[in-house]
């Protein structure tokens, strides 16, 4: 019987804790965003923009996508954001009232068209302190549905 104390002093300091636990994703460590894509399948490789933001790029769905990492300190290091981001390359681009219908009914992922008129969607999820792999899975599952509806509403 004296197990039980102990046992509800450890789940308490450790079960509601706040504090990451290993298998979580976050922002602020970008080898457990790698480690997450690669127990989901996806192979993505870790790169440093030119502005210094660290990006993920990852194929999911048969195109060429990127988490970025936002909402980081002055070092571009401890981020709160991931952004998932991919661009169609469409041989005519395509015109703002299609990016606006799409954003007046899409809720999950908004369109913007680059200089060439080429459409860009992006996701953003604030992984904070980390969210459960489970989490993060479902987001990358939604993401990969999303991309599936834009390429079929831009014909790419």
Request: glycine share 8%; charged share 25%; hydrophobic share 40%.
């Amino acid at each position: 019987m004296r197990l039980l104390p102990a046992l509800a002093t450890v789940v308490a300091m450790f079960g509601s804790s706040g504090a990451a636990l290993a298998a979580d994703v976050t922002a602020r460590d970008p080898q457990t965003v790698l480690d997450a894509l690669s127990a989901l399948g996806y192979r993505g490789t870790l790169e440093k923009m030119d502005s210094g933001r660290m990006s993920i790029a990852v194929p999911i769905s048969g195109l060429n996508t990127f988490i970025d990492f936002y909402d980081c300190d002055d070092k571009l290091e401890d981020c709160y954001t991931l952004l998932f981001v991919v661009v169609l390359d469409l041989k005519d681009g395509a015109t703002l009232n299609q990016a606006n219908s799409w954003n007046a009914k899409e809720i999950t992922g908004r369109v913007s068209l680059d200089d060439n008129g080429d459409p860009q969607l992006d996701y953003a999820v604030s992984t904070f302190e980390g969210i459960p792999e489970s989490v993060f899975e479902q987001t990358v599952k939604l993401w990969d549905r999303k991309l599936g509806d834009m390429k079929d509403y831009f014909h790419f």
